[in-house]
């Protein structure tokens, strides 16, 4: 097991860049890749990151050359033989060649587009712009690279002794969480935290714990290079982005109301089983079930990712009720900023009305509030996004105005076309 610690005081750029491979992304975007490589190939995004924890002036945080450093080294990433064979040869989710043989060609091939980067207001203006499939995978490393660069500018100048402590006292906070929640009956859970983690160590180590602590409970990673190195299941289905974008390409507002479920029509073309999960609150999670084609009842489940999880899942259960399915035979999947508290609430409520599994992120690979001076180390919100599709905007409305994101106007005419009304802010700490 690696002295994280030591690490951290001895690191060298070479031994320890923050991403170290094309596979260090989260198995979702691969899963949505290919979906785009074979829909929607031509389309241009821009992806742009966007800081919602204001206070965190990153720009004044973080190193601009050392950023840019790690940035050129992700663009000179490729596949390796070792994990094409892995992506090619392996099973996910019980199906042999997920990934089809022309888009592993293209992904072999695939060295990531330029970036743009700009300092502006102690913040960094960080966008991607290019085909949607090449953009899209500058996500996930894009963010890690952030996160990670701002824990190391604040564990800069502790001791060795003193990183030591400090991550003794995040280990024992990490399984302590774990053994609480062993005690959950049927508990299913994976690690959800490669996008807002403190580091790839850390996160390799919070799996181990996980693995260790929990068991057979702890069903996976979406980190796609921790479950090939660990040997877990990969896991992952798929996300806004998607919605987001094909609504920016409707030509009329019918189009516009149809853009979620054309999505996924796409995506049931290609996957099934547990790979139908819906995820429903892109533009309103209560307009989306009042308006699903009957089809997508037989699908395997629904996540909840903002706005009230227990209001939300009481509303799919109503649904499936509706329309003649067993909620116990469904899934819903939990992914909203969990911790072990919440974990242990929804379980309660749900464990027995329906199949449950947790996607743990942000606060099983960041938790170190409150270990550092002026809790420097707090997890913060952070996301890269598709800001535009063909030179227009998107949106995204949330169940949660405060995730909110697109021009004004343009926000205004989504609540309109989705019957979106007031909505309660709820506060978004990760």
């Given amino acids: 097991m690696i002295d994280i610690a030591t690490r951290v005081w001895n690191h060298t750029w070479k031994i320890d860049p923050v991403v170290r491979s094309l596979l260090d992304t989260d198995f979702y975007k691969l899963l949505m890749c290919q979906s785009v490589f074979r829909n929607r190939p031509d389309t241009r995004v821009t992806f742009q990151l966007i800081n919602r924890s204001h206070r965190i002036r990153l720009a004044e945080l973080i190193d601009e050359g050392e950023l840019r450093e790690q940035l050129d080294h992700i663009r000179s990433l490729q596949l390796t033989r070792g994990e094409s064979t892995w992506l090619r040869g392996n099973t996910f989710y019980g199906k042999r060649q997920m990934f089809s043989p022309e888009f592993m060609e293209w992904f072999e091939n695939l060295r990531l587009p330029p970036y743009h980067l700009e300092r502006r207001d102690g913040q960094f203006e960080l966008t991607f ?5 090449e953009v899209m995978l500058w996500e996930i490393p894009a963010l890690a690279v952030i996160m990670e660069l701002r824990s190391r500018a604040v564990l800069k100048g502790m001791g060795r002794f003193e990183l030591q402590v400090l991550y003794a006292r995040a280990m024992t906070r990490v399984w302590e969480k774990g053994l609480r929640l062993r005690g959950l009956e049927g508990l299913r859970l994976a690690d959800f935290g490669t996008r807002r983690r403190h580091g790839y160590l850390w996160q390799d180590w919070c799996v181990q714990a996980m693995t260790e602590a929990l068991g057979d409970s702890f069903v996976g990673t979406s980190n796609c290079l921790i479950a090939k190195k660990r ?10 982005e998607l919605p987001m974008v ?34 429903p609150d892109t533009f309103g999670t209560k307009h989306f079930l009042e308006r699903a ?16 999880p227990v209001e939300n899942a009481e509303a799919a259960i109503r649904w499936w009720e509706a329309h003649g399915q067993d909620p116990r035979e469904k899934l819903l999947v939990f992914s909203d900023g969990l911790d072990v508290p919440e974990i242990e609430a929804l379980h309660a409520r749900f464990h027995g009305r329906v199949r449950v599994t947790y996607g743990w992120g942000t606060l099983l690979t960041n938790d170190f509030e409150g270990l550092v001076e ?14 535009e599709a063909d030179g227009r905007p998107t949106v ?3 169940d949660n105005p405060e995730k909110a994101m697109g021009p004004k106007d343009q926000v205004e005419r989504y609540k309109a076309v989705f019957g979106v009304g007031e909505q309660m802010a709820r506060e978004v700490r990760v």
Wanted: proline residues 5%.
């Fill in 396 to 398: 995204k409305l949330s």
């Fill in 374 to 387: 002026n809790d420097a180390l707090a997890p913060f919100s952070l996301v890269c996004k598709a800001v």
């Fill in 231 to 240: 040997d877990l299941e990969a896991i992952g289905t798929n996300a806004h």
């Fill in 246 to 279: 094909y609504a920016a390409l409707a030509n009329s507002d019918e189009e516009l109301r149809q853009a979620p479920y054309k999505v996924l029509a796409d995506w049931q073309e290609e996957h099934e089983g547990n790979l139908r999960v819906i995820l």
């Fill in 293 to 308: 084609p009957d089809w997508l009842a037989s699908w395997t489940g629904i996540r909840i990712d903002s706005g009230d």
């Fill in 129 to 133: 712009e290019g085909l949607w499939p």
